[in-house]
């Protein structure tokens, strides 16, 4: 038991690094804290529906294919306008949240998969306030 918490914890250590995702709009393997992949929704009522869209833009000089895009829980949905962006180009994620049976700080990701050696996997997070 003692073994796969250590791994566990392994893992998770190794999905936080900043080498693993780069949190702004430049895809060239710079890991950066950029707001345009974070995005606060402020103080909300349980039970609402609440939708943001991010910007992707491929900055890597190169055509840039999105593979996946997963959610860090069955209550945010997410998808992509485009799988593959031509150098330049940009995309709209767009992130739903659903709040109902949630209360207190909410934090939720949104995991696009590329083929970008460099930054295979680039995080999106939503957060909230969820009152009664």
């Keep these: 038991m003692k073994r796969i918490f250590a791994v566990l914890i392994l893992v998770l250590l190794s999905l936080t690094s900043p080498n693993c995702f780069a949190a702004g709009n430049n895809l060239t393997g710079e890991a950066a804290l950029d707001e345009l992949y974070i995005w606060d929704f402020g103080t909300v009522k349980q039970g609402v529906e609440l939708k943001h869209d991010f910007n992707l833009t491929n900055d890597s000089g190169k055509v840039l294919n999105i593979k996946?895009?997963?959610?860090?829980?069955?209550?945010?949905?997410?998808?992509?306008?485009?799988?593959?962006?031509?150098?330049?180009?940009?995309?709209?994620?767009?992130?739903?949240?659903?709040?109902?049976?949630?209360?207190?700080?909410?934090?939720?990701?949104?995991?696009?998969?590329?083929?970008?050696?460099?930054?295979?996997?680039?995080?999106?997070?939503?957060?909230?306030?969820?009152?009664?």
């Excluded at 970008?116 to 969820?130: G, M, Q, S, Y």
């Design 68 to 132: 996946n895009v997963n959610t860090s829980c069955g209550c945010t949905g997410s998808k992509a306008d485009k799988n593959k962006l031509q150098a330049g180009e940009s995309t709209r994620i767009e992130v739903i949240f659903k709040t109902k049976g949630y209360s207190g700080a909410i934090q939720q990701f949104v995991y696009v998969n590329t083929d970008n050696p460099d930054n295979p996997i680039l995080r999106f997070t939503i957060k909230a306030e969820v009152v009664k």
